[in-house]
């Protein structure tokens, strides 16, 4: 955690005593030498001691990240201690110069106290400051982190949205709308689990159109795609979001009906039929009419995905042998 420029000055300042001041504090001090690399104050150390640097230079170091504090001459350290008497210290204070420092201790401060009551006064007002501006520099740098934490998690919102967005992209079929066979590949499993572990039915729908070669070999690919893209608006409308409809070919679809009873499944498939047949074309030709082949069956459990789709084949092939446009349901 960083302090910005403008309370570091105003904390230096805080604790920046005058020459006047100086000169009284040390008049009641004790004096010694201290030397670079010096530890004068450990965190977690118990004292009462105030210390003012007379010469050389102290860096006073925080847990939890805090920035570290770097005092100089007329600078003071240590004072919550003095002011509050015998207490865990809160920082480690490390000498990086050779330099003085006087110790004022509490027998000091008593007869401070006695002959000079404006200066202990000035220290407790400089102390309250200190505290009060070192708790709104936190507050502020508290702020600059919360919003640099709100510009970080808006950044992955929208990565993850982009990353979404490419995901279902490459999930897609382009044309429909509806899903493709790479995610069917990737979904049938998850599936197939949900419900075994579930204990719930799943019906696998396979959808082949019938008459849809004429229309691309006498209207044109155009015409075809347009039928396609209509036959993706009909299957989504007879689907629900935890289907997972997809266009595994040119006219070939395949649906995964999840958690749904086999009288509802099969409702389902004879109605989405029944929408195929009801299409109408105009925009290509009033007389344009498809139809489509639907075999469905019933996941049944412990069997493998080639077994659940060679079972979904035969079915759509019984529907194609024995007239198209119809559906073979296998509960």
Same mark, same amino acid.
């Given at each position: 955690?960083?302090?910005?420029?403008?309370?570091?000055?105003?904390? %230096?300042?805080?604790?920046?005593?005058?020459? %006047? +001041?100086? *000169?009284?504090?040390?008049?009641?001090?004790? !004096?010694?030498?201290?030397?670079?690399?010096?530890?004068?104050?450990?965190?977690?150390?118990? /004292?009462?001691?105030?210390?003012?640097?007379?010469?050389?230079?102290?860096?006073?170091?925080?847990?939890?990240?805090?920035?570290?504090?770097?005092?100089?001459?007329?600078?003071?350290?240590?004072?919550?201690?003095?002011?509050?008497?015998?207490?865990?210290?809160? @920082?480690?204070?490390?000498?990086?110069?050779?330099?003085?420092?006087?110790?004022?201790?509490?027998?000091?401060?008593?007869?401070?106290?006695?002959?000079?009551?404006?200066?202990?006064?000035?220290?407790?007002?400089?102390?309250?400051?200190?505290?009060?501006?070192?708790?709104?520099?936190?507050?502020?740098?508290?702020?600059?982190?919360?919003?640099?934490? *709100?510009?970080?998690?808006?950044?992955? !919102? !929208?990565?993850? *949205? *982009?990353?979404?967005?490419?995901?279902?992209?490459?999930?897609?079929? @382009?044309?429909?709308?509806?899903?493709? !066979?790479?995610?069917?590949?990737?979904?049938?499993?998850?599936?197939?689990?949900?419900?075994?572990?579930?204990?719930?039915?799943?019906?696998?729908?396979?959808?082949?159109?019938?008459?849809?070669?004429?229309?691309?070999?006498?209207? /044109?690919?155009?015409?075809?795609?347009?039928?396609?893209?209509?036959?993706?608006?009909?299957?989504?409308?007879?689907?629900?979001?935890?289907?997972?409809?997809?266009?595994? /070919?040119?006219?070939?679809?395949?649906?995964?009906?999840? +958690?749904?009873?086999?009288?509802?499944?099969? +409702?389902? %498939?004879?109605?989405?039929?029944?929408?195929?047949?009801?299409?109408?074309?105009?925009?290509?030709?009033?007389?344009?009419?498809?139809?489509?082949?639907?075999?469905?069956?019933?996941?049944?459990?412990?069997?493998?995905?080639?077994?659940?789709?060679?079972?979904?084949?035969?079915?759509?092939?019984?529907?194609?042998?024995?007239?198209?446009?119809?559906?073979?349901?296998?509960?």
């Amino acid at each position: 955690m960083t302090i910005a420029a403008p309370w570091e000055d105003t904390l %230096a300042s805080i604790t920046r005593l005058t020459d %006047a +001041e100086v *000169e009284q504090l040390t008049a009641y001090a004790m !004096r010694r030498e201290m030397r670079a690399g010096e530890v004068v104050v450990r965190v977690n150390d118990r /004292g009462d001691t105030m210390y003012l640097i007379g010469a050389g230079a102290v860096e006073v170091r925080f847990d939890e990240g805090k920035a570290k504090k770097e005092l100089g001459p007329g600078q003071y350290f240590g004072e919550i201690a003095l002011f509050t008497g015998d207490r865990a210290r809160t @920082a480690t204070a490390v000498a990086t110069q050779d330099g003085v420092l006087y110790a004022i201790d509490r027998p000091a401060m008593a007869r401070l106290e006695r002959d000079c009551p404006h200066l202990v006064c000035s220290l407790l007002h400089r102390t309250c400051a200190y505290l009060v501006a070192s708790e709104q520099a936190l507050i502020d740098d508290l702020r600059r982190q919360n919003r640099e934490l *709100e510009g970080a998690l808006d950044y992955l !919102r !929208r990565t993850r *949205e *982009e990353l979404d967005a490419a995901e279902l992209q490459a999930n897609t079929d @382009a044309l429909t709308g509806l899903y493709n !066979r790479r995610c069917l590949g990737d979904q049938i499993a998850k599936f197939m689990t949900r419900s075994a572990a579930r204990g719930s039915a799943l019906f696998l729908v396979l959808v082949d159109l019938d008459r849809f070669k004429p229309v691309n070999d006498t209207y /044109g690919h155009a015409a075809g795609d347009a039928v396609l893209r209509s036959l993706g608006v009909v299957i989504r409308e007879n689907v629900r979001s935890r289907d997972l409809p997809c266009r595994v /070919g040119g006219d070939e679809f395949a649906i995964l009906l999840s +958690e749904i009873g086999p009288e509802t499944a099969r +409702e389902r %498939a004879e109605r989405l039929r029944s929408a195929i047949a009801a299409l109408q074309f105009p925009e290509i030709a009033p007389d344009v009419r498809i139809d489509a082949s639907i075999g469905a069956i019933a996941y049944q459990p412990g069997e493998s995905e080639s077994d659940f789709f060679a079972r979904g084949d035969k079915a759509l092939y019984e529907a194609k042998r024995t007239g198209r446009g119809r559906v073979i349901f296998v509960a």
